[in-house]
């Protein structure tokens, strides 16, 4: 048996540390199948994607074991898995591309249909989900990991292995906020040297998007987020200039002539969107990385996209293809280039994970990381 913790309702109210919406079950280890390997998970992070299944945000098929972010040591292979070994370290990616649908064949598996559709049921990609309670109830996987647990089965596709010199406490983080928000500025935005970017949202991808667009040689970074502490971490990350939504408008006409040519969106909020919009130079690119809640409605000036050539960009997962990025982003860390220490706030045990909810949505961490067994 196992722990895991495993959220039953998003109807939980704040603060969690008394509504207790995750609860600490003991399910069944389960076995990998066919290209599927199972991975003790050493690191699993905490991320608002985890934050927005639990307040309601982003609707799940409950009972959910949650966790999406992490990086373990192989722990079995399931039939056909010959490219890795026990005891290898690995990172886990939160999009399982089957490799042959419409957006694989296109380049983007970030996108892919059958990942995204297992996802979406609490499934594998290979397979129905695998884990139960002790009396046989079904118990659906988040994002194809599952990782606020000791040990999750995964799809192959779902794992990049990592050099024996990369610390976990680091490579959990590429799994989803360096993917997300580095992708955001290197694949979706293509920022190139010269140009000036504007983040709004100084969470993990946020600072993320900061650190890769400040390592680009003449780019100008200009972070926003309410939280002063966020600011000032934004300038460590290599920002040149932080401050306030309310001041966003005031530093970009100071500071920028004409408007940035990237604005980057890492709150999930259609108003914080539209703000972007109007702070970007004639043929800028507001890129969308933030997930905004589903009843949010987007309503700007149409005129600006055909008579100003500005450009409103989604970006998933960053619009990575992780076997390449994952290796690429952990060489600018490797070259001092993407300081992401910076980013973790602090390690706690397991079982301090529903406390460590309030922490992140009051903003008081960046990413926690959770030790489970401990």
């Known amino acids: ?6 959220l039953t309702t998003s109807e939980a109210g704040r603060p969690y540390a008394r509504s207790l919406p995750l609860q600490l079950l003991e399910l069944e280890i389960p076995q990998p199948r066919a290209g599927e390997v199972l991975v003790r998970i050493e690191r699993a992070s905490l991320c608002h994607s985890d934050l927005s299944v639990v307040n309601g945000s982003r609707l799940r098929p409950l009972p959910m074991a949650l966790g999406h972010e992490a990086a373990g040591v192989v722990a079995g292979l399931g039939d056909g898995v010959s490219d890795l070994q026990l005891g290898q370290a690995v990172v886990m990616v939160f999009v399982p591309a089957c490799g042959s649908c419409r957006a694989c064949s296109a380049g983007r598996p970030a996108l892919c249909y059958r990942g995204a559709e297992a ?5 594998l990609l290979h397979g129905e989900a695998l884990l139960r309670t002790r009396s046989g109830e079904r ?3 988040h994002l194809g990991i599952s990782a606020f647990a000791e040990f999750a089965v995964v799809a192959r596709e779902s794992l990049v292995p990592l050099d024996e010199d990369v610390p976990l406490d680091v490579a959990a983080l590429f799994g989803c906020a360096a993917l997300t928000g580095v992708g955001a500025v290197l694949n979706t935005a293509e920022v190139q040297p010269g140009q000036s970017v504007i983040v709004f949202g100084l ?3 946020g600072l993320m998007a900061v650190m890769a667009a400040a390592q680009i040689d003449g780019v100008a970074v200009i972070a926003i987020d309410p939280l002063e502490s966020k600011q000032e971490l934004a300038l460590r990350c290599g920002a040149k200039l932080a401050g306030s939504p309310e001041a966003a408008a005031g530093l970009a006409a100071d500071h920028l002539d004409g408007g940035a040519d990237v604005v ?3 709150v999930g909020s259609a108003n914080v969107m539209a703000a972007g919009l109007g702070l970007l130079a004639r043929g800028g690119a507001l890129v969308s ?6 009843d949010q409605q987007l309503t700007v000036q149409a005129l600006q996209f055909a008579g100003t050539g500005k450009r409103l960009l989604g970006s998933y997962m960053g619009d990575a293809a992780p076997s390449r990025d994952i290796p690429r982003y952990l060489q600018l860390w ?3 280039r993407l300081p992401v220490e910076l980013l973790h706030t602090d390690t706690r045990p397991l079982s301090a994970v529903n406390e460590s909810l309030d922490a992140l949505a009051d903003g ?3 990413r926690r990381l959770l030790v489970p067994g401990s």
Do not use: Y
Not at 1 to 6: K, N, P, W, Y
């Open 139 to 141: 118990i659906n996987h």
């Open 289 to 294: 990385v933030g997930l905004s809640h589903p």
């Open 119 to 123: 996802n979406g049921s609490g499934d």
């Open 264 to 266: 980057i969106e890492a």
């Open 203 to 205: 969470g993990a991808v």
């Open 1 to 6: 048996m196992m722990q895991s913790a495993v």
């Open 364 to 366: 008081a961490v960046v």
């Open 334 to 336: 490797q070259d001092g």
